[in-house]
Structures are given as C-alpha cells and as structure tokens.
C-alpha cells in the first residue's frame, strides 16, 4: 500500500470527495542517455491546458553542470490503433534558458500499473486497507485486446529514446482518460 491516495480510495476510509474529471492526459517520463537523463512530470485538462508541469535535465555524476529547469514540453504520442497503447512519440523540451531539447520514442514493451493498484482493478486500488495479511495476485496474458482493455489505464512504457545521435532507455508513463480529443479518447 502507498497509503491513502486519491485514486480509488472508498469515502468511507475518510477521503473527501474529488471533483470529477472531464477528461486529462498525464505524462511522466525518466529518460536515460549515456551523460545525462531528462526527467518531467505533466498533467493537462482534457483541453490541453497545462495543470502541472516540472522537469529538467540533470548531468550524470561528476558533471558539474547545475540541473537544467525545464519549463514546458510539446508532445506528439502515437498510440497503436484501437487502443491507448503508446507506439511511438516524440516530446520537445524548452528549458528555461530557452533552449529546446528533441527526444523521440519507441515502446519496446508496456507495464500495467492498474493490476497493481493504481486505478480500481477487481476490488481493489492502492491504499485501500485489505486486512492484515492481505496478499493477492494473477497472471495475465496481454496478447490479448480484451485483457489489455481491462488493465489499459496508467502505462509505464518501457522505450528507447533518441536524441540527435545518442541511445537512451527509459519510462514513459501515459495515462489519458475519458475525454481528450487530441488522442481520440
């Protein structure tokens, strides 16, 4: 359990109502080159208007380049058709030196956190007391579209990145919910 979170949490357990969402999209990514990584967090109103938004560049160890603040991100994702399953994307970073950074994306596999609590999955959602000794599990098969519909939500797609000439490897979260023209939802 992460504790009580917002995110499925019965009112009896004592959280207070949320107001619904029409529709967002939420994207994080921790994007690993060989000398430094890019990390963001965003989350934008089913109108593409930004909520939040946080991110840099950080150097790797030994760099003694401070963490470059990033200020916005452009994002363009492609999802494989039918479904909110990312394929491929590409995000332009503006730091607030006003420099822009390009890095485009490839999924090479896709991790779905509903299962594990992150959204209301068969009885359960994180932070929701199940007993003491409460423990659960199932296997999955995700060649499946009918078990993929069902734990499709929030995604930690596992990807290769390129910018310029350089490899990296990293995470990108995606989760788009109800309605959000921009991605078809």
Same mark, same amino acid.
């Given at each position: ?58 150097? %790797? ?5 401070? !963490?470059?603040?990033?200020? /916005?991100?452009? #994002?363009? &994702?492609?999802?494989?058709? *039918? ?11 503006? %730091? ?5 950074? !390009?890095?485009?994306?490839? /999924?090479?596999? #896709?991790? &779905?956190?509903?299962?594990? *609590? ?68």
């Amino acid at each position: 359990s992460w504790g009580i979170r917002m995110t499925g949490v019965n009112l009896e357990q004592g959280l207070q109502v949320k107001e619904p969402r029409l529709g967002f999209f939420h994207n994080w990514n921790i994007l690993q080159f060989k000398n430094w990584y890019l990390n963001y967090h965003l989350r934008e109103d089913r109108n593409g208007n930004v909520l939040y938004f946080s991110g840099g560049i950080i150097y %790797a160890y030994g760099d003694l380049r401070p !963490e470059l603040k990033l200020v /916005a991100v452009e #994002h363009d &994702y492609q999802f494989l058709p *039918g479904t909110r399953q990312l394929k491929s994307g590409r995000v332009v970073c503006t %730091a607030a030196d006003s420099s822009k950074v !390009e890095v485009s994306v490839r /999924a090479l596999t #896709h991790l &779905y956190l509903r299962p594990g *609590g992150y959204s209301p999955y068969k009885g359960y959602s994180h932070g929701m007391w199940m007993g003491p000794s409460w423990i659960d599990g199932e296997k999955l098969d995700v060649t499946y579209s009918k078990v993929i519909d069902e734990v499709a939500g929030l995604v930690d797609n596992v990807c290769e990145c390129r910018c310029g000439d350089e490899i990296g490897y990293g995470i990108v979260e995606l989760a788009v919910a109800r309605k959000h023209p921009r991605y078809g939802v």
